[in-house]
C-alpha cells in the first residue's frame, strides 16, 4: 500500500462506521465480522473456492474475510488486474460456478475492464467485488475516488454500490445470485471503505444482517429498480415455440444444428447430444459448445462448416449469437440454394437476434429445449439422414484428409499447422487447451477438436488479447490433475507473461506453447490486402519468451526445427513446471480467412 493509500484507509478507519482508528491486523483464530468478512462468507455460499485478486489497502477486509473463514479461502494473487478477471472467468466457464474477483479502487478496477467486457460478451457468470474511497470523504478528492459503477454499467448485468457494513454480506449474496441467473454475466459491486472495513454484525442467512431483503442500492446504485434477480429460472421455452421448431424441421431437407458455449454454460450438453443422435442431425460446434459432440462423432460436421452453411434449408443456432462468428446469421444461398430459414434458440429472450427475421425461435432453459425438440420431432422422419449428411460427412472426411500434409510439414521455418499435429499426438482426452492469439490460435480452433466439452477456452466474440495466463492459472486450479495448454501468440504473450510469476508462486505447472512468427500475423497481412504496406505489426524475431519464463522460475526452450517440437512438448508436459515451448514458426505463413470480422 502505498503512503497515501496508507494515510486514507487510515483516516477512514476513524469514521464512525469504521469503528476506532485502523481494524487490527486479522486473528486468524476468529473469524471477522466486518463487511468483507460477510462478503466473503456469501461468495462461498455460492460455491466460490478461490479469490483472484492483487493487493490494495482497499479491499484488506475481503482477505481478511478470506483468511479468517473457517475454512480459509483460496486466494490466488497475480501480477495484473486483468488477469485476476480473466481468471475468475475460466473459473466460471470451465467449472460452470460463479468465479470472484476482488480488485482495489481506482486502477484496480480500469485494469479490470477488458475482461470484465469479455465475461459480459461470453455470458460468462464472474462478480467483481471492489474496494472505494470512503463516502466521508466522497468529493474531497481521496486516493483513487471515481465512482466505478457509471464505468462498468455498460458491460455488466449491473453495478452497483453498497455504502453500508451492515447489508455488505446481501449485497454480494445478491451480487452472487445476479451473475448466475440466465443470461449470466459479470455483476460488479463496489464498497464504499466504510462498509468493508465496519462492524457488520453475525452473519445472517443472506450473507449479513438482514438477509436478501436488506440488500439494494445506495445513492450510487445506477440500476436501482431493475427487475428481480433471477432466482425464478422458467424450466424450458414455451412448448409452442419448440413444436413450432419440431414443425420446421419436419418440413426440412437440409437442416444443421449449430451448438454455442451457452449449451455447455446452461448445462445442456447431455440433452443436446441426445437430440442430435435421435434426430440423426449434422452439428457445427462454436466456441464452447465444442467437445459437446466429441473429436470423431458421425454427426459433427464443423469441418464441413462452408458446405453446412452455403446448402442448408434450415439452420438451428442454439446458445451463441448469430453474430459475426455465424456470418451474422445468414445462411444458405450457395450453388442456386435457396436461403435457409434460420431459427434462433437462447437461454433468455433477451439473447434473441433482432437483426434478421427469425423462422422460430424459443428462449429458456437449454436443456429442457432440446429434450422437448427430440420428443416433439421424434415422427419426423429424417429425411436428412439420406443424403444431406452423407454429402457432409464425405465434405468433413475429404477436408481433414486434406489437411494431414500440413499437420505433418517438414517445412522449415516451423509451419504452425505442424505444431498442432503435434500436439494432437500428446494431448489427453480431458485436457484443456486454451488459445490466445491471432493467426496461430485461429489454426488451433480449426484443427484441434476436443474429446470432451469443457475442455476448450477460446476469448470468445470480444476478441480480447491478453486472457491466456488467467485462464491458464484457472484451468490449472479447476483441473488439477488434466493437461493444462495455453496457446501464445508471440504478440499475445506480451499482454500477459508476466503471470508466469503467478504460475511459479502458486505452483501451477501449465504448458505454454508459443508460435513465435515475430509479428502480429492476424493484423499484418490485413493490413498489407488493404493498403499494399504494413506498419506497427512486427514484433522481435524470435524472441526468447522461454527464457522471460525461465527468468521468472519456471522453465522452457527454443524450438526452431519441426523435429523438436514433438519432443519438447513431451519435456513440457513431464518437467511438472510452468514451461514454454517457444516454438519459432515461418512469417511467410498467414492463416486462410474468410471474415475480418467487421
Ligand atoms: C487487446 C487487443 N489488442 C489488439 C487486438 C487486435 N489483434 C487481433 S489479433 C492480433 C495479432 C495477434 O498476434 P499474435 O498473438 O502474435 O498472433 P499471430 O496472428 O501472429 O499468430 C491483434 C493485434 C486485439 N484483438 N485485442
Ligand atoms: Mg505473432
Known amino acids: 500500500m502505498s503512503e497515501a493509500e496508507r494515510a486514507d484507509t487510515g483516516k477512514a478507519g476513524q469514521h464512525p462506521a469504521g469503528g476506532a482508528g485502523r481494524p487490527p491486523a486479522g486473528d486468524a483464530s476468529q473469524a471477522a465480522t466486518h463487511g468483507g468478512a460477510h462478503a466473503v462468507t456469501a461468495a462461498r455460499r455460492h460455491g466460490v ?3 483472484f485478486t492483487l493487493s490494495g489497502g482497499h479491499v484488506f477486509p475481503l482477505y481478511d474475510g478470506a483468511v479468517t473463514a473457517d475454512p480459509p479461502m483460496r486466494i490466488v494473487d497475480v501480477r495484473h488486474e486483468q488477469t485476476a478477471v480473466f481468471a475468475a472467468e475460466a473459473t466460471a466457464r470451465l467449472e460452470r460456478t460463479p468465479g470472484l474477483a476482488v480488485l482495489t479502487a481506482g486502477p484496480g478496477v480500469t485494469n479490470g475492464v477488458s475482461a470484465i467486457t469479455t465475461a459480459y460478451f461470453n455470458g460468462s457468470p464472474v462478480v467483481v467485488l471492489a474496494g472505494r474511497a470512503p463516502d466521508y470523504r466522497w468529493g474531497s478528492g481521496s486516493l483513487q475516488e471515481i465512482d466505478h459503477p457509471k464505468l462498468l454499467t455498460a458491460v455488466t448485468k449491473r453495478a452497483w454500490t453498497e455504502h453500508e457494513a451492515g447489508r455488505a454480506g446481501a449485497s454480494a449474496d445478491r451480487a452472487f445470485r445476479l451473475a448466475a441467473a440466465r443470461h449470466r454475466g459479470p455483476v460488479f459491486l463496489d464498497f464504499a471503505l466504510e462498509a468493508l472495513f465496519g462492524p457488520a454484525g453475525e452473519a445472517g442467512p443472506g450473507g449479513g444482517p438482514g438477509g436478501e431483503a436488506a440488500a439494494g442500492g445506495g ?7 431493475l427487475a428481480a434477480d433471477g432466482d425464478e429460472q422458467p424450466a424450458g421455452p414455451d412448448p409452442a415455440s419448440v413444436g413450432a421448431i419440431a414443425g420446421l424441421l419436419g418440413d426440412a431437407e437440409r437442416p444443421v444444428l449449430v451448438l454455442g458455449s451457452d449449451v455447455w ?3 445442456a450438453e ?10 440423426r442431425l449434422p452439428v457445427i460446434a462454436n466456441g464452447q459448445g465444442r467437445g459437446v459432440l466429441p473429436a470423431g462423432h458421425d454427426l459433427l460436421v464443423t469441418r464441413a462448416r462452408s458446405a453446412a452453411f452455403g446448402q442448408a434449408d434450415l439452420v438451428i443456432v442454439v446458445g451463441t449469437p448469430l453474430d459475426f462468428r455465424l456470418g451474422y446469421g445468414e445462411f444458405g444461398g450457395r450453388d442456386g440454394a435457396p436461403r435457409a430459414r434460420v431459427v434462433h434458440v437462447a437461454d433468455d429472450p433477451g439473447q434473441l437476434a433482432t437483426h434478421r427475421p427469425l423462422a422460430g425461435s424459443a428462449a429458456g432453459g437449454l436443456a429442457a429445449f432440446f429434450t422437448g425438440l427430440a420428443i416433439a420431432a421424434s415422427s419426423a422422419r429424417p429425411r436428412w439422414a439420406g443424403r444431406w449428411l452423407p454429402l457432409l460427412q464425405d465434405a468433413r472426411d475429404k477436408a481433414m484428409a486434406a489437411d494431414e500434409p500440413l499437420l505433418a510439414s517438414d517445412a522449415d521455418p516451423v509451419h504452425p499447422m505442424r505444431v498442432y499435429g503435434e500436439l494432437a499426438k500428446v494431448l489427453d482426452s480431458d485436457a484443456v487447451v486454451i488459445g490466445d492469439g491471432g493467426d496461430f490460435v485461429s489454426y488451433a480452433g480449426k484443427y484441434i477438436e476436443p474429446r470432451r466439452p469443457g475442455g476448450w477456452l477460446d476469448p470468445g466474440p470480444y476478441g480480447c488479447l491478453g486472457t491466456g495466463l488467467g485462464y491458464a492459472i484457472a484451468a490449472r486450479i479447476g483441473r488439477p490433475s488434466a493437461q493444462v495448454v495455453l496457446l501464445l501468440g508471440d504478440g499475445a504473450a506480451g499482454f500477459s507473461l508476466m503471470d508466469a510469476d503467478t504460475l511459479v508462486r502458486h505452483r501451477l505447472p501449465v504448458v505454454m506453447v508459443c508460435g513465435n512468427n515475430g509479428i502480429w500475423g492476424l493484423e499484418k497481412y490485413p493490413m498489407r490486402a488493404l493498403y499494399g504496406y504494413d506498419v506497427a505489426a512486427d514484433l522481435q524475431p524470435q524472441c526468447r519468451y522461454d527464457q522471460v519464463v525461465a527468468a521468472l522460475g519456471g522453465a522452457g526452450e527454443l524450438v526452431t526445427s519441426p523435429a523438436g517440437i514433438g519432443p519438447a512438448l513431451r519435456r513440457a508436459f513431464e518437467s511438472g513446471v510452468p514451461y514454454l515451448v517457444n516454438v519459432i514458426t515461418d512469417p511467410a ?10
Open 270 to 279: 447431455t440433452a443436446a447430444r441426445q437430440a442430435a443422435e435421435e434426430l
Open 265 to 267: 454454460l446452461d448445462g
Open 49 to 51: 473456492a478461490t479469490m
Open 589 to 598: 505463413v498467414a492463416y486462410p480467412r474468410s471474415t475480418t470480422g467487421v
Open 219 to 225: 445513492p450510487a446504485d445506477g440500476h436501482a429498480g
